[in-house]
């Protein structure tokens, strides 16, 4: 694996080794000691034209707990700001020597320009292009989903052939919507889609998954077991000319999942979001805190998938080091 852009491009075999690997890493986290060796003397540059919390401490911590060196950039406060291109910014980290650059950014398809421009020789991670792909935050989801939903353990080698998975809200502007639906079905998962109309993307029918604008008969016919809110996603909706639904109270009404949708549930769904929430409005406090809940755990499981992304694209150089210097001695 030279980079991590899509989870289009991850076969069956490649998600299921992250996520047996990201298993590996968990397990040492509970240590006293969670600092690995393995990518002493790398660096690991998180280049983030986007705000983000989550995330970026995340691919911190597992860069981190790996041993690697860590650069955050931020576009706010640096030559970016001053009218710099990417281009130019990725001529200055390769001159630097980053190992691995960690990317978000507003435009879709910047990690791949990136990734392909040859401005850099470095592995290149998606971590949030625009409205295209997350893939790290569908491999957290699916690694979640698996350690509940395949009989317990760490489901260590198995895929998720026959889960059903609902992802109901703003799919429209929802890049963590089509990692995820992309890497489910490659995984086995059932998917469907529920959203109002006005969030639906053009083109949905062609994505591997099925659609609905009814979030009750979803939950009643199909029994999910797992239950994926998306945060509506105000910062990207106008609301000149009409907004996208009428009210937050209709939405909420329609597509919120509040404690009578919590009570339609089976009983061993979990509910889920990549963060942040908008408590009130997509899900409920009630529901938010629920035991069948596994939201923070996702944000444990996050460091775990990202350490084990890093280590697969990076461990293989190090090996490679570490042979050509026993060579030379």
């Known amino acids: 694996m030279r980079h991590l852009l899509s989870t289009a491009d991850l076969t069956r075999g490649e998600a299921i080794r992250i996520l047996d690997t990201a298993a590996q890493m968990a397990a040492?986290?509970?240590?006293?000691?969670?600092?690995?060796?393995?990518?002493?003397?790398r660096t690991v540059v998180n280049l983030f034209?986007?705000?983000?919390?989550?995330?970026?401490?995340?691919?911190?911590?597992?860069?981190?707990?790996?041993?690697?060196?860590v650069i955050n950039f931020s576009a706010k406060g640096s030559s970016v700001s001053k009218g710099e291109s990417l281009k130019d910014t990725a001529l200055t980290l390769q001159a630097m020597g980053a190992d691995a650059?960690?990317?978000?950014?507003?435009?879709?398809?910047?990690?791949?320009?990136?990734?392909?421009?040859?401005?850099?020789?470095?592995?290149?991670?998606?971590?949030g292009d625009g409205m295209h792909q997350h893939p790290t935050q569908a491999l957290l989801d699916a690694y979640t989903m698996r350690r509940h939903?395949?009989?317990?353990?760490?489901?260590?080698?198995?895929?998720?052939a026959g889960v059903r998975v609902a992802i109901v809200g703003d799919v429209l502007h929802s890049r963590v919507a089509r990692s995820n639906v992309q890497l489910?079905?490659?995984?086995?998962a059932h998917v469907t889609l529920v959203a109002p109309p006005t969030l639906v993307p053009v083109g949905v029918e062609a994505w591997p998954c099925e659609v609905s604008f009814h979030l009750d008969e979803v939950l009643v016919d199909q029994r999910p077991d797992a239950v994926m809110m998306l945060r509506v996603q105000r910062e990207r909706m106008s609301?000149?000319?009409?907004?996208?639904?009428?009210?937050?109270?209709?939405?909420?009404?329609?597509?919120?999942?509040?404690?009578?949708?919590?009570?339609?549930?089976?009983?061993?769904?979990?509910?889920?979001?990549?963060?942040?929430?908008?408590?009130?409005?997509?899900?409920s406090a009630e529901a938010a805190d629920s035991p069948r809940a596994v939201i923070v755990e996702q944000v444990a499981n996050g460091v775990a998938v990202r350490?084990?992304?890093?280590?697969?694209?990076l461990?293989?150089?190090?090996?490679?080091?570490?042979?050509?210097?026993?060579?030379?001695?």
Do not use: C
Request: cysteine-free.
């Open 239 to 283: 609301s000149a000319g009409g907004g996208f639904f009428p009210s937050p109270l209709e939405y909420t009404r329609g597509y919120g999942l509040d404690a009578r949708r919590l009570g339609m549930l089976s009983e061993r769904a979990i509910v889920m979001h990549p963060g942040p929430m908008n408590r009130g409005l997509e899900i």
């Open 315 to 329: 461990a293989g150089d190090v090996t490679q080091d570490s042979q050509q210097d026993k060579a030379g001695q």
């Open 101 to 127: 650059v960690v990317i978000r950014h507003q435009a879709s398809g910047a990690p791949h320009t990136l990734a392909h421009a040859g401005w850099v020789d470095s592995a290149v991670v998606n971590a």
């Open 28 to 41: 040492t986290q509970s240590r006293e000691i969670k600092k690995l060796p393995t990518l002493r003397g």
């Open 307 to 313: 350490m084990a992304v890093l280590y697969l694209l």
């Open 149 to 160: 939903l395949t009989g317990g353990g760490t489901g260590e080698g198995q895929d998720l």
């Open 49 to 69: 034209f986007e705000d983000s919390t989550r995330t970026r401490i995340s691919f911190e911590t597992a860069a981190k707990r790996l041993s690697a060196d």
């Open 184 to 188: 489910l079905h490659t995984l086995g």
